[in-house]
């Protein structure tokens, strides 16, 4: 079974630039989560998908950072106008979205801003 | 709101050694525990889990038991092995993982041969 797909791999981009980040779940997981791992920091949740509607995404910066999931699949986190410190590793996760169903992260996107 | 404050590291061992990574966390509710690993060059993959109280996780020769009481999911093993050495996540979640998971700030692992 294919894990989650996350690409790229590596992004460095000036500040005040734009970036955007794909995701690809699990087949068949209804549910999709970003979070941003901060060097040092354990991972934090940004945004929570169940199908192509948002549960949750009352720690995602709106003012800068944007997600989408078309028709229930893949996702696309953008953030516009990049700062400083939004580098970091975006790590993005899936799960069936049921009690106790396991969640599973992708490789992570590291994002450096200079 | 939710947090999970575990120790830090690095944490180096020999092999062989006892393990323990300490883990308490604060919630509103009563949730799931997790402990969550990275091995170098591999994504975060969850290790164990518990979802209620004195339950106790394990696999892989590692082990958690959920203690309420104490507000504590302990990781221990009994005798590290250097393909151990990694980086080891505490989370917690209010909806048994279907929810957003709430992390520690990870423990760094080094087990030396």
């Known amino acids: 079974e294919a894990g989650v797909a996350q690409s790229p791999r590596y992004k460095i981009i000036e500040k005040r630039q734009s970036v955007a980040f794909w995701c690809n779940p699990i087949?068949?997981?209804?549910?999709l989560y970003w979070y941003q791992q901060i060097l040092g920091q354990g991972p934090k949740l940004l945004i929570q998908?169940?199908?192509?509607?948002?549960?949750?995404d009352s720690q995602l910066p709106k003012d800068r950072f944007s997600a989408e999931r078309l028709k229930g699949v893949d996702s696309t986190l953008k953030i516009q106008p990049a700062k400083l410190e939004d580098s970091a590793v975006y790590l993005c996760?899936?799960?069936?979205?049921?009690?106790?169903?396991?969640?599973?992260f992708g490789p992570g996107t590291r994002l450096l801003v200079l | 709101g939710n947090s999970v404050t575990q120790m830090e590291g690095p944490v180096t061992l020999s092999e062989e050694a006892f393990l323990t990574i300490n883990c308490t966390y604060t919630?509103?509710?009563?949730?799931?525990l997790f402990w969550y690993v990275k091995y170098p060059g591999e994504g975060l993959q969850l290790l164990l889990k518990?979802?209620?109280?004195?339950d106790k996780g394990s696999n892989k020769g590692f082990e958690a038991t959920y203690r309420k009481e104490t507000t504590s999911f302990h990781l221990e093993k009994g005798s590290v092995q250097v393909s151990d050495s990694a980086v080891y996540f505490c989370?917690?979640?209010?909806?048994?993982?279907?929810?957003?998971?709430?992390f520690g700030k990870g423990t760094h692992l080094i087990i030396q041969p």
């Open positions: 087949s068949g997981h209804a549910t």
């Open positions: 989370a917690l979640s209010d909806l048994g993982g279907a929810d957003g998971l709430t």
């Open positions: 518990a979802t209620k109280a004195d």
């Open positions: 998908f169940q199908n192509n509607g948002v549960v949750d």
């Open positions: 919630a509103t509710g009563y949730p799931s």
């Open positions: 996760a899936s799960s069936l979205g049921s009690w106790e169903e396991t969640q599973y």
